[in-house]
């Protein structure tokens, strides 16, 4: 299963973007998906995830302002992200667990599956 990754790009601080993640498969169908980024020099760190179609969680630095959501009918996840400021930069990445999982992990180590990453810079 591959998870391809888009939507990125250069905006300025307080611009909005929406990032879109599709599985290659359509009979893959994870309970829990997520959201994580690595900005240049950090850590991989957690974005948002979604467990189902409405139990979502989110980091603190983007609660309010992203929004995680997905449309199992297109087997995609979208990472709704508004009012964008540069420490919002980084590569972003959605992930997935494994199939019977269905607790949300805030760590890289609970996905099994990621995609090829979306890169986003905020500057003005």
């Known amino acids: 299963v591959q998870l391809q990754a888009c939507g990125g790009g250069l905006v300025q601080p307080g611009a909005s973007l929406r990032l879109s993640c599709v599985a290659s498969e359509r009979s893959f169908n994870p309970t829990v998906l997520a959201w994580f980024r690595q900005a240049p020099g950090k850590d991989r760190e957690f974005v948002a995830a979604i467990s189902g179609s409405t139990s979502t969680v989110y980091a603190d630095s983007v609660k309010g302002r992203y929004t995680i959501s997905r449309d199992n009918a297109a087997n995609t996840i979208y990472l709704q992200m508004n009012g964008l400021k540069p420490e919002d930069t980084g590569v972003y990445y959605c992930?997935?667990?494994?199939?019977?999982?269905?607790?949300?992990?805030?760590?890289?180590?609970?996905?099994?599956?990621w995609g090829q990453g979306t890169e986003v810079t905020v500057s003005s």
């Open positions: 992930a997935a667990r494994s199939p019977a999982l269905t607790v949300i992990h805030r760590t890289a180590r609970g996905y099994a599956y």
